[in-house]
């Protein structure tokens, strides 16, 4: 996120699984910024993660709202933070596959532009 607030005319895409601390009461949250960005985001959280509660998820996705941004800003039901590391015990099957086809599409599109 901070990448694509800072440099806007490089960044076409931003795909961010199982993040944390991207929607605090800090005053140099990365959200605060997204109003910069230009990218399309792609967030997929981990379901009970202290990094990333749910009411940060909404102050997340209401800053991509307010900013006019296009983005996916959900919760994976199950996952644990770290779900898509293969060789730890956080992994999760489906949550690491759904994240894959969502970075895919994500990628895809911003190829295509």
């Known amino acids: 996120m901070r990448t694509a607030t800072s440099h806007p005319e490089v960044v076409a895409a931003c ?5 944390g601390g991207l929607a605090t009461d800090a005053p140099d949250s ?3 910024e997204l109003g910069n960005a230009h990218a399309r985001f792609v967030f997929g959280h981990a379901d009970h993660d202290p990094s990333m509660a ?3 998820v909404e102050r997340l996705g209401e800053a991509l709202g307010a900013a006019g941004l296009s983005a996916s800003n959900v919760i994976y039901k199950g996952a644990p ?7 730890t015990s956080a992994y999760h099957h489906d949550a690491t596959e759904r994240h894959f086809q969502e ?8 190829l295509k532009r």
């Open 15 to 19: 795909g961010g699984f199982h993040g």
């Open 30 to 32: 990365p959200h605060l």
């Open 54 to 56: 749910p009411d940060a």
């Open 81 to 87: 933070h770290g779900y898509t590391m293969a060789d």
């Open 103 to 110: 970075l895919r599409a994500l990628l895809d599109d911003a």
